[in-house]
């Protein structure tokens, strides 16, 4: 090989022949089982599959699928999906039964619980077709019949019988036994994904009355943002306690309901692909699948758009909340200016009164220096010893005084700007 390969190349191939279904002569019977098997049951699953299985003469295994057969014709099948496991033997009409046994106790005794469980038998005509029917077990009352792919006819009533297993009789047409194993596994997954499809309505029912109490405190909490009357912390508290209920809600059904519309929406392709036309007098299998699955499947839609709404209107409500917070922070920052503008006016009204003060005893100190000084003047040369003195010493004093304030200022204003300037050269 000439060319590098992507790494994902094989693995699509593999992926696209997954789905292989054996050849389906015109005369056998078929068992199917589908399972959900939990995560902790795959362990067990695969000991299963590889160690309890009876005697095969081919055996080909991967990680999601597998296959086997014998040489007197007997087909197994297993395909593991995401949470699902299907299991298939097919039997040629001439095995004996004493021969089957052992094939079908291992699927039935798979692990895992069953979803599906069906028995299918082809016939080569429909002669003695009654006789069939009787001998099968498929009740006329609620018989469901039509011709699908090929011409093939099926006939079921869709109920599971006494030994859990649905019944499916299937005319063989005149097709080859490669296409007649496409059709049947057609008419399985249909099956198979509607039974898939519908256990998300449980869920529905199981969560739809915590849902409407949901929305019903939702509304009351609306009305009571509404009001006003309210403390808001109170408000957000409880809107905060809704929405913890609804992801709650959310979480425990978001995976379930996906795969409902998943599933549905593989079983209308399935459906489609039947080309299925009605026999005259009898439920066709697009009557009796839509008749429940459609309304099942849009419950589900409904309820899964609910919780969606219910998540907007949580947010609408938040966002009232937000803005009274807002609002209320702006007004209260508004209150906070305004009061520190009263105050920086109050200062500036004392700082003016104590600048009047200050000139009255600047004014009264000059004086009295003014006096010291006469004093010393009119004391010189043969007065007062003492105001002599007095007079003498006070310019030299102010000097004094005037040179140290000086030296504390300047000092002051080093340190300061020191200080700033070891913060800049600091690192963020």
Not at 52 to 62: C, I, V
Not at 85 to 93: G, R, S, V
Not at 209 to 224: F, G, I, M, N, T
Not at 369 to 389: H, Q, T
Request: proline share 4%; net charge negative.
């Amino acid at each position: 090989m000439s060319f590098t390969e992507h790494p994902l190349r094989r693995w699509a191939v593999d992926e696209m022949r997954l789905r292989r279904f054996a050849p389906v002569g015109n005369s056998c019977d078929i068992y199917q089982v589908v399972r959900l098997i939990e995560h902790a049951e795959r362990g067990a699953e695969d000991l299963w599959l590889i160690n309890r299985k009876p005697e095969f003469d081919e055996w080909n295994l991967a990680t999601k699928h597998g296959s086997a057969h014998t040489k007197s014709g007997i087909h197994f099948l297993w395909e593991r999906h995401t949470e699902a496991t299907t299991i298939t033997l097919i039997f040629p009409t001439e095995v004996p039964d004493v021969e089957r046994m052992p094939y079908i106790r291992w699927m039935e005794e798979w692990p895992g619980g069953v979803v599906r469980a069906t028995h299918i038998l082809v016939i080569p005509d429909d002669r003695n077709i009654e006789s069939h029917l009787s001998h099968f077990g498929i009740s006329a009352q609620e018989m469901v019949c039509c011709d699908i792919n090929a011409g093939l006819r099926i006939w079921s009533d869709f109920s599971i019988h006494g030994d859990g297993y649905g019944r499916l009789l299937v005319l063989a047409g005149d097709v080859g036994d490669g296409e007649r194993g496409r059709i049947v596994q057609r008419v399985q997954e249909l099956g198979n994904y509607r039974n898939l499809a519908l256990l998300g309505f449980p869920t529905v029912q199981e969560y739809g009355p915590q849902v409407d109490l949901l929305e019903r405190k939702l509304s009351e909490h609306a009305r009571r943002v509404a009001l006003t009357e309210e403390d808001d912390e109170i408000l957000l508290n409880d809107l905060a306690a809704i929405s913890s209920e609804l992801e709650l809600i959310r979480s425990a059904t978001g995976f379930r309901l996906s795969a409902t519309a998943a599933y549905a929406e593989v079983a209308a392709d399935r459906l489609a692909s039947l080309d299925i036309k009605p026999v005259a007098n009898y439920q066709s299998l697009k009557d009796f699948t839509e008749r429940r699955l459609v309304p099942a499947t849009r419950t589900c839609s409904v309820f899964r758009t609910r919780l969606s709404h219910i998540a907007e209107r949580i947010a609408g409500v938040m966002h009232t909340l937000d803005v009274r917070f807002d609002s209320r922070i702006k007004a209260q920052n508004l209150g906070l200016m305004q009061s520190m503008e009263r105050s920086t006016q109050l200062q500036l009204r004392l700082q003016t009164l104590v600048e009047g003060l200050s000139v009255i005893a600047a004014a009264y100190y000059l004086v009295g220096l003014i006096g010291y000084i006469a004093k010393g003047v009119a004391a010189f040369p043969s007065g007062s010893r003492s105001d002599l003195f007095v007079g003498a010493v006070t310019f030299p004093v102010i000097l004094v005084i005037y040179l140290f304030v000086r030296y504390l200022r300047n000092k002051v204003l080093n340190e300061t700007g020191e200080e700033n300037a070891r913060i800049a050269e600091r690192p963020n």
